[in-house]
Structure formats: structure tokens, C-alpha cells
């Protein structure tokens, strides 16, 4: 079992919907939790930090529960600029364990 | 100011070679790590440097692989006898001190293929 779980998708949908990934993590010492977006043959590039209070940034919102070990992500309002690899990441004194990522296409 | 750079781009070798794959964080920064990244898969953490030392090396798949960061800045991931199996995307990544949450910023990777 990977240390982070992510569903790889694809995600496939409309302009304008929600659309909610789910990240489950085993390390109960993980200290941080971030969400990254990777576009194809690019570089990853943080998209936010999750915290347990929940955080949003447009139409962006983090989730983290840490209890149940798990980070969610929901994108609302979805925009074709949106396609790209989700990556789910905890980060434990340094070291930073990435999921797969889950995959979504927008489309018009 | 300038990103993570990190050279070459593309890297073609034959097996049993070395390479050596240069990573130029973004300059004050702290911490330097590497990741190697397969098609379909996330980042898979190498090593990571505090300064000139290396704080966990725990992700390097065997002997072949080493690191080093003398002067703090500039850090060489190095691939002795490489293997077929050693192709993937290099990515290197920076942050300001490596100490809690903090963002990390990702150079574009060195594409290597063992031919």
C-alpha cells in the first residue's frame, strides 16, 4: 500500500462544475499537507496548503482531517484552465511523500 | 527573480555509464531536494540537503545513486553504472529553510534516458 493514495481519475467534466479529489496518507507523524498541480511534461507547483481548520482560496477549498487521514480538495466553478494532475503531498521534518495524482479534463 | 534551474534538460545515455544532473536553487534558499518521477506517478523524494549536508538521504535506491551540496548553493545528483530502469524526470526543488510547512519551488527536471 502507498503511503499516499490518491484516485487517479480521470476526472472528465463540464465547464462550471465541482468537481472533489479525495487523498488518504499512513503517516499519522505527517506535519504538513499541501495540495500541488502538475501540468503535462511541467513542474509541479503548490496550489495550496491544507490545514485542519480547512482553507480556501477562490474557488479553491482544503480540507484535512486527521483523524480519518485524510486531505480533500473541491474546485468549484471548474474552467478549462483547471485540466491538470492533482498531487496530494504530506510533509514529515523535510521529507515530502507525493501521491500519483488524480487526473482531471475540463471541458467546454 | 530566477526560479530552480537545473541542467541538462535532456540527458541520453548508454547503460553502465555516469551522468551527473546539476540543480541551481533559487538563491538564499536553505533547502534543496530531489525527486525522480516515472510516467503516472507522483514525485518520489531522493534526498534532501539542509546547507551543505544532507538531513535524510533516505529515498536514494542504492549505492549508485549520491548527492552532494559542498558549498550550499548549487547541488549534483550522481548516477553511477546507470540502468535502464534509472529513466525518469530528475526534479529538483527548493524552499527557504526547509523547516515546516513551507512551499517548495520546483525546477522544470532533467529528462534522462538509459538507453
Known amino acids: 500500500r502507498k503511503e499516499v493514495e490518491q484516485d487517479p481519475g480521470p476526472f472528465n467534466v463540464p465547464e462550471g462544475a465541482t468537481v472533489a479529489f479525495n487523498c488518504t496518507y499512513s503517516?499519522?507523524?505527517?506535519?504538513?499537507f499541501f495540495w500541488y498541480r502538475q501540468d503535462c511534461r511541467k513542474e509541479p507547483k503548490l496550489l495550496m496548503s491544507?490545514?485542519?481548520s480547512g482553507n480556501e482560496d477562490g474557488r479553491f477549498t482544503a480540507q484535512l482531517n486527521r483523524a480519518s487521514q485524510y486531505i480533500s480538495l473541491l474546485i468549484r466553478d471548474s474552467k478549462l484552465s483547471d485540466s491538470a494532475t492533482y498531487l496530494c503531498?504530506?510533509?514529515?521534518?523535510?521529507?515530502?511523500?507525493f501521491g500519483d495524482g488524480t487526473t482531471l479534463t475540463v471541458k467546454p | 527573480g530566477a526560479g530552480v534551474s537545473q541542467t541538462p534538460s535532456n540527458k541520453v545515455t548508454e547503460k553502465g555509464k555516469y551522468v551527473e544532473l546539476r540543480c541551481d536553487p533559487i538563491?538564499?534558499?536553505?533547502?534543496l531536494y530531489w525527486y525522480r518521477q516515472s510516467l503516472g506517478q507522483g514525485p518520489e523524494f531522493l534526498i534532501y540537503?539542509?546547507?551543505?549536508?544532507?538531513?535524510?538521504d533516505s529515498g536514494l535506491p542504492n549505492d549508485r545513486f549520491f548527492a552532494v551540496r559542498p558549498e550550499g548553493s548549487v547541488s549534483t545528483l550522481k548516477i553511477q553504472r546507470t540502468e535502464r530502469g534509472d529513466s525518469a524526470v530528475y526534479l529538483c526543488?527548493?524552499?527557504?529553510?526547509?523547516?515546516?510547512?513551507?512551499?517548495?519551488?520546483f525546477g522544470p527536471g532533467t529528462r534522462l534516458l538509459v538507453l
Open positions: 526543488a527548493s524552499s527557504a529553510s526547509g523547516f515546516g510547512g513551507e512551499t517548495q519551488y
Open positions: 491544507v490545514y485542519s
Open positions: 540537503f539542509q546547507g551543505t549536508g544532507a538531513a535524510d
Open positions: 503531498v504530506n510533509t514529515n521534518a523535510g521529507k515530502s511523500t
Open positions: 503517516n499519522s507523524a505527517s506535519q504538513s
Open positions: 538563491s538564499g534558499h536553505t533547502a
